[in-house]
């Protein structure tokens, strides 16, 4: 008999993600009876609004085969290096949001006077700010999926369209973690007591 596999082990649905400073310390778990979440992640993490896209994780082993004379394949296969990224569009067109798209900055908030407009200002950033990222999403438990990644820098094209009504104002942002490996987490829950 062929073996089969699970179906209620496929699953689709999207992820909602957040940003914080880098090296916050990861969500963790809130329970209540009968249920489990991750929710509701609060400050300093930031929720990153809808995306055009979803979030897609990408981990980029690159390998080195060690080869020896007497052996057509290798006799070992050792880690060269490892990219860990973080594909995201950001759907809402926020000073937040092109923040983390462009890569850092500083953003002030003026209030509005009798003589002046309010304004919010982003001033951009030479260099490559760290970040900490994690994302949720449903598992094959019917609860939540949390990866977190505690450092972070946003160093992708970011070409966003200003046009009348062809599209909505897009901001594409990859993240690349800079940290080990041995730092970025994945929690499933699993189970609660009833």
Do not use: H
Request: glycine share 6%; with cysteine; charged share 10%.
């Amino acid at each position: 008999m062929a073996p089969t596999g699970t179906p209620s082990n496929v699953i689709v649905g999207f992820a909602d993600l957040y940003i914080a400073p880098a090296n916050t310390a990861s969500p963790i778990p809130a329970v209540t009876v009968g249920s489990a979440t991750f929710q509701p992640i609060s400050t300093p993490w930031e929720y990153s609004g809808f995306t055009e896209t979803g979030v897609i994780l990408n981990v980029d082993r690159k390998t080195q085969n060690i080869m020896v004379e007497e052996q057509s394949t290798p006799v070992a296969v050792v880690d060269d290096t490892t990219d860990v990224t973080i594909d995201v569009t950001f759907a809402e067109d926020t000073i937040a949001n092109m923040l983390n798209a462009y890569g850092g900055g500083v953003i002030t908030t003026t209030a509005a006077t009798a003589n002046s407009p309010g304004q919010t200002q982003l001033v951009l950033a030479d260099g490559l700010e760290q970040l900490a990222v994690c994302f949720t999403a449903t598992n094959a438990f019917g609860f939540e999926r949390l990866v977190y990644i505690p450092q972070m820098v946003s160093a992708g094209k970011v070409k966003t369209q200003y046009m009348r009504n062809k599209s909505p104002r897009l901001y594409p942002a990859t993240f690349t973690a800079v940290c080990a490996l041995s730092q970025i987490a994945i929690t499933d829950l699993t189970a609660v007591v009833s």
